[in-house]
């Protein structure tokens, strides 16, 4: 008969669990079940975000560790990580055994499947909207339980256990080009070569949209280049909208603001000519005045962008991901050890001071 300690072993696993503001603990928890319509996942890499740091940092904001959320009825500690990739390892009720054994990458959404939002393709709006590792336990640990709607078969797209966690990153940027409506040809600014604009230039370059990127980081500019960008231009300049004007003349762009900042929502409402659509990617981390007079008597289209459709988004975002499979090292290097998150990742990320475009992590042993 197996030892007490080894059926332990088989029911529980250690995961990273955040219990407050700078307090990330790595406990020995229970192993998920995938209930009806879910998978189990064995966790082979996670994504690091803001969304992450911010609720290390500053929260919690989203996460229910001190008030139970609505939807999933989660309260207290929380597993984190919502960007993530791994195989199958069991099936829940209404989940055919024919993904057992499947590398998935997931975009961890989980709507109600069922009000007029989800049924009408916006998903991503809907009123009983909750997402795994921000509003139920998430996969920094070595099993998640998750849809199986949410989740896409890479494996056969030839892409690995590790790059597969770029999925969820690149659905986002995704779902903003189609928020935008932009086109072939068409010249659009992508502000903030950061990990969601990064995605964001490749998802542009691959429609044939002529990219103008900008940031304040020279080695950002030359991964924009590599992604696809025709054009970088420095950012936090004096000359920063002189040379920006110079790249579209008497073209109307479309202006991603991938920042979120007072600085750079100023300069993509000072720069813009008559008609541009602005789509406000990144987020702000605190209210600042807007000259909403200027959006009115210029007639700018001000479109804000959340999450993604997992319907329409995330496989298209494998297919990119496909794309540019094994040479995606010089938006995310080699994971880190889940031991090294607050330091090499949720501090550094929360400070300004990033140390990749996108910072993946290995899951807890054990």
Partial sequence: MPSAEAE??????????LHGRHDLRFERVPVPRATRGELLVEVTAVGVCGTDAAEWEYGPKLMPLESRHPITGHLGPLVIGHEFAGRVVAVG???????????????????????????GGRSNVCRRYAAVGLHRHGALARYVAVPAASCVDVGALGIDDVDAALVQPMSIAVHAA????????????????????AFLIHVL?????RVVAVDLAADRLRVARELGAETTVVGGTEDT???????WADRIPVFFEVTGSPRGVALALDVVPMGT????????KAAFPLDLG???VRELSLIGTNAMVRETDLAEAARLVAARAGKWGLVAPAPIAAERIVDDALRPIAEGRPPAIKTLVLPPPG
Avoid at 178 to 197: N, P
Avoid at 277 to 284: E, F, L, N, P, S
């Fill in 8 to 17: 332990a072993d088989a029911t529980t696993m250690i995961a990273a669990v």
């Fill in 241 to 247: 909208a002189a040379a920006l004007v110079a790249t």
């Fill in 93 to 119: 009720q209404g989940v055919h055994e024919t993904l057992l054994g499947t590398l998935v990458a997931s975009c961890g959404a989980a709507p109600c499947g069922d009000c007029a939002e989800c049924t």
């Fill in 205 to 209: 370059a691959s429609q044939g949209v």
């Fill in 178 to 197: 189609r928020r935008s409506g932009v086109g072939a040809d068409d010249v659009a600014v992508v502000q903030g070569v950061g990990g969601v604009g």
């Fill in 277 to 284: 659509t602005i789509v406000q990617v990144g987020i702000a």
């Fill in 294 to 296: 200027r959006v009115t």
